[in-house]
């Protein structure tokens, strides 16, 4: 069967199939849905995640994630490292990295607002 995209094959179980071919793959766990983009962190997270499953529109989605930076670099100087890191595994394609990386950021988002509470 074909899921938009994913050829996936059936396993030996009835909870078992295989991609068979390279296609952007997120589990549950590490699906943000858009109602759950409550923070600037999260949005840019939402962004690289529609980045890494909707690539053919990748242009649609540079824009915004260049604003949300410009924005997270301003009220948070101190993350400037880890955007720079993620900006790079953006710009050699690798959106998954920079979505692992982007949670990082994500749980240090929240340390800074429970500490300035």
């Known amino acids: 069967m074909i899921i938009g995209g994913a050829v996936i094959r059936n396993g030996a179980k ?3 199939f295989y991609v068979e ?3 952007a ?3 549950e766990k590490d699906i943000l849905a858009e109602q759950e983009a409550t923070t600037p ?3 840019l997270y939402l962004v690289i995640q529609l980045m890494y499953i909707d690539d053919g529109n ?6 915004t994630y260049w604003e949300l930076v410009k924005a997270l670099v ?3 100087p101190s993350m400037v490292p880890t955007l720079d ?3 790079e595994f953006l710009v ?3 959106c998954y990295q920079a979505l692992k990386l982007t949670q990082d950021l994500i749980d240090y988002e929240e340390e800074l607002i429970k500490n300035a509470c």
């Open 14 to 16: 009835a909870t078992d």
């Open 21 to 23: 071919n390279k296609v």
């Open 25 to 27: 793959i997120l589990r």
């Open 41 to 43: 962190c999260r949005r």
């Open 58 to 63: 990748l242009s649609n989605y540079t824009g």
């Open 74 to 76: 301003d009220a948070a």
């Open 85 to 87: 890191r993620i900006s």
């Open 92 to 94: 050699g394609g690798n």
